[in-house]
Nanobody, 126 residues
Framework: QVHLVESGGGSVQAGGSLRLSCVTS????????MAWFRQTPGKDREGVAS???????TYEDSVKGRFTISKDTAKKTLYLQMNSLKPEDTAMYLC????????????????????WGQGTQVTVSS
């Protein structure tokens, strides 16, 4: 059974940094695509960053140069380093994984993923 547990969220001022973690269990293939999404009330879930085979990363335009996705396969943990945070980054951040592993045509689209964590809240004040 797959479980994803996020942590690391919190409240920061604009310009600050946070590092989110997603500890996984039951993910049996290191080649799985994994991703971070964010969601605010009344809006669709938005893909922020994904990482696929060979560590290839994809980012949503508004976070390029500020966010970095990475994973530690030994620790079975996905990370999202978020720098230069802006108030518009405020959201619930969720990690997701696609299993079984396959190539994803749209790695930032939520429909590509079938396992989700509960999320961790990030609040950025101006």
């Amino acid at each position: 059974q797959v479980h994803l547990v996020e942590s690391g969220g919190g409240s920061v001022q604009a310009g600050g940094s946070l590092r989110l973690s997603c500890v996984t269990s039951g993910v049996t293939d290191n080649s799985n695509y994994m991703a971070w999404f964010r969601q605010t009330p009344g809006k669709d879930r938005e893909g922020v960053a994904s990482i696929g085979n060979s560590g290839v990363a994809t980012y949503e335009d508004s976070v390029k140069g500020r966010f970095t996705i990475s994973k530690d396969t030994a620790k079975k943990t996905l990370y999202l380093q978020m720098n230069s945070l802006k108030p518009e980054d405020t959201a619930m951040y969720l990690c997701a994984v696609r299993m079984p592993a396959r190539y994803l045509r749209q790695p930032l689209d939520s429909y590509e993923y079938n396992y989700w964590g509960q999320g961790t809240q990030v609040t950025v004040s101006s």
